[in-house]
């Protein structure tokens, strides 16, 4: 079973800064099938990456998503004051899913 | 554009069933599948299965197998997501999402691109 960590937990910035969230996966994740999400108070996620770096359909090219294997990275380039949410990764490729699908989330606030 | 549009806030007693619904449009509905999945206050999302819109195969969680089934009706382009002998600890925002249909000798767990807005189900007695 695969189990999804997140880090950190809570990441504190302010608008303008680079902020970089870490996914580690227990295990290697199959052709790079991770997304990301962004969610807000009492919204529903909203995806951002998919297939690890594709951004999805309307997302703003400073946010960015890399890496392979067991580590991926979501990378925010200059925070805007509207990105201050949680952010899901999620893991998939499997049938049925192996282990989390989710990870536990990092809360990005405002400094 | 795409919607995923969601019944009403439930609240159910222990041991009852909810029956949530997710009328999508904007898109056609036999071509991709729909996922469930939710999340209780204060925690991670937790996937609990998808059906395969085109031909209705569905498949589950292990957590929820046996306690949650998932149909659709394509002449009303809407997805089912029923669960049942609640207890407490399902108290949750149940949220319907669509996955694109991806095949790897079979159908396997897909991201997912569009989101409802979610449905509150309170299990209290």
């Known amino acids: 079973e695969i189990v999804l960590t997140q880090s950190p937990g809570t990441l504190s910035l302010s608008p303008g800064e680079r902020a970089t969230l870490s996914c580690r996966a227990s295990q290697s994740v199959s052709s790079s099938y991770l997304a990301w999400y962004q969610q807000k108070p009492g919204q529903a996620p909203r995806l951002l990456i998919y297939g690890a770096s594709s951004r999805a359909t309307g997302i703003p090219d400073r946010f960015s998503g890399s890496g392979s294997g067991t580590d991926f990275t979501l990378t925010i380039s200059r925070l805007e004051p509207e990105d201050f949410a949680v952010y899901y990764c999620?893991?998939?490729?499997?049938?049925?899913?192996?282990?989390?699908?989710f990870g536990q989330g990092t809360k990005l606030e405002i400094k | 554009q795409v919607q995923l549009v969601q019944s009403g806030a439930e609240v159910k007693k222990p041991g009852a069933s909810v029956k949530v619904s997710c009328k999508a449009s904007g898109y056609t509905f036999t071509s991709y599948a729909m996922h469930w999945v939710r999340q209780a206050p204060g925690q991670r999302l937790e996937w609990m299965g998808w059906i395969n819109a085109g031909n209705g195969n569905t498949k589950y969680s292990q957590k929820f197998q046996g306690r949650v089934t998932i149909t659709r009706d394509t002449s009303a382009s809407t997805a089912y997501m029923e669960l049942s002998s609640l207890r407490s600890e399902d108290t949750a925002v149940y949220y319907c999402?669509?996955?694109?249909?991806?095949?790897?000798?079979?159908?396997?767990?897909?991201?997912?691109?569009?989101w409802g807005q979610g449905t509150l189900v309170t299990v209290s007695s």
């Open positions: 999620q893991q998939y490729g499997s049938s049925p899913p192996l282990g989390d699908t």
């Open positions: 999402a669509r996955g694109p249909l991806l095949w790897f000798g079979e159908l396997i767990m897909s991201y997912f691109d569009y």
